[in-house]
């Protein structure tokens, strides 16, 4: 107890009252000759080492710079049609600018006309930042699809779990809103501005990320009503459908958001595997395939109300309403002591998800010590009901009952934070904040066994609570800039059985996460960083559960309450010239999780589930490289990685260097017509105990503005129907050669039609539950 206690009041102990300096830089743009501004972007650099401090959108002629300190900044504005804007500023108030920009003489010859291009991806030290309201990219039908087309983003086949190519599976922050897949789901693309992939987030972030996904949404800037209607049809192995209407509506210094969106959906996927056990003489070959109708309403509303200049307050609330009806049928061949049969599984599923969200935000300015204060309560949760009826057909005779299967499983997670922020007048910033949380999770679990006459019941109860804290010191020494964090976590973990007597699981552990990053500016176009961060992954929350999918006879798929976190220290160093960065990292797991397989021989069952491996390691050199010319915009990312994964229980082979790459190209047309390709890939993966094989995926896109407020964009996704996983691998005597085929190729159609808009808006919200991106 007195190691936790030692630990927070490390964070706190530097609690002091000094002077702070944070401004804000408004800009409002005009025309030359009254012409119409269109869409572009603005820089801000630092004066002294010409690196990039911020990157605006213009909205509706207007951007804003918040939370800047005081000093010497370099202002570049590139619009369409205007000539590009630069201006030296110095800051040491709040301050607005009016800025007149000159319209472009255009020259043209044989028809072509030459002009200046906005910028779709922005480089800096290896984090990308992608302007996804001026680009084709804002036509995608949902967030989940978008994620998929940008530089080192893995989705995984059942679109449930997302991971960044060297760096796992990354937070994901919508507004400084930490949020998770569910919460990802309920936001239209449509609102979003941009997105940045940060690989080195500070510790201000919760100590699970190695990567962050940072989104931001636009910003209502007139005291009106404004409405985007979509839609997108979409054709896949059967037809999709996404209808969505989101509303804006502001007056003074309330603001209120709505979305409403109803999909229907027909997923498919299909997955098999080969699995040898030769100490028992056992070969079990199946190919299973599912075909799913999900309907969809995802809900959303949010009030802001702007107190005063500083402080503000708002309130949101989301949630998702999702009902699956899926018939899964499986194929399996099974040898056992030369005993053959062929059966073929009908798995009847209907099941419910359901998912709330809601938090409320207070922010503080604190004049008389100029501090800014944030505090926060957040309230989730996940409801999962599922029934299945299951028959077996052995050797082509006929249909058997077999087992009916009620599961249930329900999660709340409760949250509170608190977060206070400091800038002294030698650009030194400092930070500080605390999280509290509690989550509890419970399970029932029915089988009723129609051969056997066995019938199985239990209930599982989990709890979670999790204190954390953190403080943060960054500023400059002369030319070189830094950045020294800690943070500290207590976990406790308890759970059993309902008719148990004593605890199936009693964890209780402290964590220290120290986090160091140096930036050496070597010239004005030059600049070399080194990082050093330790880290944690936490098993999701519906691991805690027994819900168990079955395949066939012979194998189930099951989760595993016994997970241990992931620990991880890693270090990097980044040259960055110009646009272009180099980055080199290296980082060492303990107790990894991947999938394994494990075989029960007292019920003649096997069991595919997650564990923790014992350990991981890896190397990433990986290069980003940004081109333009006139209308080609191209962005090239490369990463050559080499990692090992170890575990007693498994056959290690051998680790071999293998490649990512990625390449987009989008070429602004005549008469405003977008057109994109995108291709990425993966070589042969060698990674100790995994052999995963080769992919390349190409995507394509041509879009066009019709009437101003109509945009209509046609997808062709998956071209060359590359998207199959194969992944091989020996554990616990087991040999597994196994492959899962995706419905990734698509054909769709988007239509927006937006009208109104609003201006001024300060609409912001900021998540405080830390581990939402666990609720799955």
Known sequence: ????????????????????????????????????????????????????IKTESIVDKQLIFTSLNEGNYTLLITCEEFEEFEQKVFLNKNLTLKIELTKINFTELNEIVVKGNKKTFTNSNGNIKVDIANSIFKAIPNPIDLLSKLPGIQISGDQENISIIGRGNPLIYIDNQRVGINDLNTLSVEDIKTLEIIKNPSSKYEAEGRAVILITRKLSKKDKFETTISEVASVKKRFNNYLGINSNFKKNKTEIKTNFNYNQLNPWESAANNLEIPNDNITSNFIAESYSKRRQFILGGGLYHQINEDDYLSFNLSGKIQKDNDENTTNTFHDQNNVQNKIETLNNNDENRNFLNSFVNYNKKIKPLDINLFTGFQFSNFNQKSNSIIQNNYDNTQFDLTQNRNQKFNVDVFSGKTDLEKTFKNEMKWEVGALYLSAEAKTDFEVLDFISN????????????????????????????????????????????????FLLIDKDYT?????????????????????YAKSISRPNYSSTSQISIYTNPYLVYSRNIN??????????????????????????????VNFAFSYDSTVNLITFNSINYTKESGIDLEFTLPFKHNIWNSTNSFNFIVNKIEDKSAVFNESKPYLYYYSNHIFELPKEFNFSITGWGLTERKEGIFKRNSLFIMNLALSKTLLKNFDCTINFNDVFRNMNFNEDLTINNIISKGIYYTDTREISLSIRYKFGKIKDSNYQERDIDQNSNRIR
Not at 465 to 483: D, P
Request: glycine content about 6%; aromatic content about 14%.
């Open 563 to 592: 997970l241990n976190p992931t620990i991880t220290d890693e270090i990097s160093g980044t040259f960055q010239y110009k646009d272009k960065s180099v980055k080199l990292n290296f980082y060492r797991s303990k107790d990894p």
């Open 511 to 531: 964590n220290f996460f120290p986090k160091i990053q140096l930036d050496i500016p070597i010239d004005s176009t030059k600049t070399i960083r080194f990082n």
């Open 1 to 52: 107890m007195l190691k936790k206690y030692y630990s927070f009041a490390l964070f706190f102990s530097c609690l002091i009252g000094l002077s702070q300096n944070n401004f804000t830089l408004k800009i409002e743009l005009i025309g030359s000759g009254n012409e119409t501004i269109k869409e572009g972007n603005a820089y801000l650099f630092d004066a002294k080492t010409n690196q990039i």
């Open 454 to 501: 066995n019938n199985e019941n239990s209930n599982y109860n989990f709890k979670e609570k999790n204190i954390s804290g953190y403080t943060q010191l960054s500023g400059k020494i002369k030319k070189i800039n830094y950045l020294f964090g800690l943070r500290t976590e207590n976990t406790s973990i308890k759970g059993k059985y309902a008719n148990d007597d």
